[in-house]
C-alpha cells in the first residue's frame, strides 16, 4: 500500500504565503508524476502544479507566478510553495502521484483557507 500525507493546510490572509508538503509511505513505487490538485466548493477539482520524473513542470494559469512545485525524489515528498494567495485560492488541496506503472495516489486532502 501507499499512502500520501498532506501537511502545511491552514488559515492565511491574502497575500500571504504557505507550503505544502506531501510525503509518500508504504511499498513506495517509481512515481512518473507527482503533484497538487485542489477543490474548492461548488467546483470540481484541479490541476494546481504537477512535476514529472524529467523535471518538466506544469501549472494551472491561475498560479503561474505565484506558485513553486518542487519534488525531492529520495524523500519521495513534493512540495508546493504559495505565494501571494487570494481568496479564490481556497480550497482543499490535495497530493496526487502517478507511478510509472500508471497507477495513481490520492491523499486525503488539506484545507487551505485564504480569508481576512
Known amino acids: 500500500q501507499v499512502q500520501l500525507v498532506e501537511s502545511g493546510g491552514g488559515l492565511v490572509q491574502p497575500g500571504g504565503s504557505l507550503t505544502l508538503s506531501c510525503v509518500a509511505s508504504?511499498?513506495?513505487?517509481?512515481?512518473?508524476?507527482m503533484g497538487w490538485y485542489r477543490q474548492a466548493p461548488g467546483k470540481q477539482r484541479e490541476l494546481v502544479a504537477r512535476i514529472i520524473l524529467d523535471g518538466t513542470i506544469k501549472y494551472a494559469d491561475s498560479v503561474k507566478g505565484r506558485f513553486t512545485i518542487s519534488r525531492d525524489n529520495a524523500e519521495n515528498t513534493v512540495y508546493v510553495n504559495m505565494n501571494n494567495l487570494k481568496l479564490e485560492d481556497t480550497a482543499v488541496y490535495y497530493c496526487?502521484?502517478?507511478?510509472?506503472?500508471?497507477?495513481?495516489?490520492w491523499g486525503k486532502g488539506t484545507l487551505v483557507t485564504v480569508s481576512s
Open positions: 496526487n502521484s502517478v507511478a510509472v506503472n500508471g497507477t495513481e495516489y
Open positions: 508504504g511499498s513506495i513505487p517509481s512515481f512518473y508524476a
